[in-house]
């Protein structure tokens, strides 16, 4: 391989990395939604009993939320 096959190579490497990394952070975000969407559906169906029956679902959309932000392909170090 010369050394332009070798840049090409890397470069489309680099986009295939680029296209993972944004699909896996588009499905933890869509999994984030989807645990919003069955906390609210929760919420409506135990009326006030909610804070006690939808706990355990409003503590794992929490933690969702910290862990599963969007993340773009660039990382700025500060």
């Known amino acids: 391989m010369t050394s332009q096959e070798q840049a090409i190579a890397k ?3 680099q986009l295939q990395e680029r296209d993972t990394t944004l699909r ?3 499905v933890k975000a869509m999994e984030a939604r989807l645990v919003q969407d069955e906390l609210g559906k929760c919420q409506k169906q135990e009326g ?3 804070y006690e029956n ?3 679902l ?3 959309y929490l933690a969702m939320m910290k862990e ?3 993340k773009g ?3 700025i170090d500060v």
Do not use: G, I, M, P
Request: proline fraction near 0%.
């Open 11 to 13: 470069v489309k490497a």
């Open 24 to 26: 896996e952070s588009w």
């Open 48 to 50: 006030v009993n909610h």
């Open 54 to 56: 939808c706990k355990w």
């Open 58 to 60: 409003a503590d794992k």
């Open 68 to 70: 599963n932000r969007l």
């Open 73 to 75: 392909y660039k990382q």
